[in-house]
């Protein structure tokens, strides 16, 4: 199965500095996924969890990563990037496959 999504280099960085410094089990995997939709559009999830029936489960830069079967095809093509600004500070998931709207 294809791997649909791509981790950059300070998303997987920051990841790994996580699960370093956090106490994540090791029993817990990444887990990526989606949200809603409908009006407000598609919110995407980031965490950690252990693995569920329906999961498929990648390996990403050395990173174990989760995703739901049925989120699968709403992530494909998606880039998990960190932004690590003076305004902000996070995970962001980015289309390069998409064109960026400019906003007039």
Do not use: W
């Not at 990841?15 to 009006?39: A, E, H, M, S, W």
């Not at 969890?49 to 998606?78: A, R, T, W």
Request: proline share 5%; hydrophobic share 35%.
């Amino acid at each position: 199965m294809l791997i649909p999504i791509n981790i950059t280099e300070k998303a997987e960085k920051e990841i790994k500095n996580i699960i370093n410094t956090k106490n994540i089990p090791k029993d817990y995997f990444l887990r990526v996924g989606v949200k809603g939709g409908g009006c407000g559009g598609m919110s995407y999830l980031l965490g950690f969890d252990k693995p569920k029936d329906g999961d498929e489960q990648f390996e990403i830069s050395g990173i174990s990563v989760l995703i739901e079967k049925k989120h699968y095809m709403f992530l494909m093509g998606m880039e998990v990037d960190f932004y690590e600004g003076n305004d902000a500070r996070g995970f962001t998931f980015v289309n390069p496959d998409l064109p960026k709207r400019h906003d007039q």
